[in-house]
Structure formats: C-alpha cells, structure tokens
C-alpha cells in the first residue's frame, strides 16, 4: 500500500512539474495590413531555450495580389531566462525561412529561401499574454521562374512584432 500512496504522489509531482506553461501561441497583427497572416508555436525546451515553428499565408506583397505560403523555424537561446521554465527575457538565436508565391495578375512565380540571425525580447504577463519584439539580418536566395524579370540575392532585415498566449 505504501509502495502504491508513493507511486500516485510521484506521478502527481511528475505531472504538475510538466503542466508549467513552457509553450507559446503567436502572431504577428500588422502583417494583415500588408498582406500577411503568420502564426508560429513556440516550445520551451530547456530553462535557457526554445524551439519555433512558424507558418505564413500572402495574399498581398508590396501592394500586388499573390498568393502563397511560407514555413520557418528557430532556435532561441535566452540569456535573461533566470531558470523560468516560460521562454521569456532577452534572446539570440539563429533563423531559417522558406517562402513562396505567385502573383494572380501574371501567373509569375517566386520562392526564397533566407538564413539569418534574431535577436530580441519576450515578454511574459500575468495573465499568460506575451509580446515578442525583435530583429536580424537575413540572407536571401531567390529563385524565380521565367515569368520573372527581376531577381535578388542579399540581406534584408527580419523585424519581429508578436503578440501570442502562453500555456
């Protein structure tokens, strides 16, 4: 029986210790002015860093109508973590994205592929709010097809505005 009280009481612990609030839901609101909807997951997987996944929908790209999608994903290391279990505080870490769309007017197609670096700050609220702000350089590959008449290889900036729920 003792053995038994001591088995449910270790599960119960086990449990509440991973039921901590190491994952973020996100998105950034001003991408829908110009164009944009992108959601990303974010996962806390140690004390000092996380794991993001994240997803983008064009259906306007500087003022033309496209359409397309994107995926990325980064690792973020916190620096400021102050052994919080949350991804919160001051970050670096690097960032891989895809991208690609067409243009609905002439059927021309466009897909990047951009490395690069952020850095930044996550803030956690009492209510389970976050907001998330950052920047880095990106270097992007672009790959068009032969509907396209411009192409362009370099760095662009990566500005990060999210605000999400931590749970």
Request: glycine share 12%.
């Amino acid at each position: 029986m003792k053995k038994l009280l001591v088995l449910v009481v270790l599960l119960g612990v086990i449990q509440t210790a991973d039921a901590q609030e190491k994952n973020i839901i996100k998105t950034n609101p001003i991408g829908l002015a110009f164009g944009n909807f992108n959601i990303a997951y974010e996962r806390a997987v140690s004390d000092a860093s996380s794991l993001q996944f994240g997803g983008n929908f064009f259906f306007k790209l500087f003022g033309t109508d496209v359409s397309g999608f994107g995926l990325n994903a980064a690792y973020r290391y916190y620096v400021t973590h102050n052994s919080r279990v949350n991804p919160e505080g001051f970050f670096v870490g690097p960032r891989l994205a895809f991208n690609t769309f067409t243009e609905s007017s002439s059927d021309a197609s466009v897909s990047t592929m951009g490395i690069g670096g952020l850095i930044g700050y996550q803030w956690v609220f009492d209510i389970n709010l976050t907001l998330d702000l950052g920047a880095g350089p990106t270097y992007l590959f672009v790959v068009t097809d032969a509907g396209a008449t411009e192409t362009f290889d370099g760095f662009v900036p990566n500005l990060i505005l999210a605000i999400g729920y931590n749970f």
